[in-house]
């Protein structure tokens, strides 16, 4: 019993950090993170015009390179991303960025605009990029 048990917990820890459900979890929670931003009707405010509109922009732009670089780990866990996964990546991104500009539009005090939707496709571009060089790096 003792070994069939560790057997398990390893087999359990194995799904969690290498198998497809420990590449799409932290996806799916990265995904819940950025949704939840979204519903926020207000944000913070440094007081600042250009300063929380660069904020703004920055937060755009690393919310997404971190989703591509996530979604990037999950269909190519050993880093080799071909360029047409590269674009199924950035365009996956690209439309979760288009369903999250429509659903903000729906929350009081936000609005939707095509420059965030811009800013998290390049995010998303960047992401790829730097998944794909880091893996290199590390190969």
Not at 8 to 20: Q, S
Not at 88 to 108: K, M, N
Request: glycine share 12%; net charge positive; hydrophobic share 45%.
């Amino acid at each position: 019993m003792g070994s069939a048990g560790g057997d398990g917990r390893a087999g359990i820890r194995r799904k969690l950090t290498g198998g497809r459900l420990g590449r799409w979890l932290p996806v799916v929670a990265w995904m819940a993170l950025i949704f939840t931003l979204s519903a926020q009707p207000e944000l913070p405010s440094s007081g600042a015009g250009w300063l929380d509109d660069l904020i703004h922009v920055a937060s755009h732009f690393v919310e997404y390179a971190v989703l591509a670089a996530l979604v990037s780990r999950a269909v190519a866990p050993g880093g080799r991303l071909s360029r047409s996964r590269m674009i199924r990546v950035i365009g996956w991104c690209a439309a979760y960025a288009l369903g999250d500009e429509w659903h903000q539009s729906f929350t009081p005090g936000r609005e939707a605009t095509i420059l965030d939707l811009a800013v998290d496709a390049l995010g998303a571009l960047t992401g790829c990029v730097v998944y794909m060089s880091r893996m290199k790096d590390e190969g």
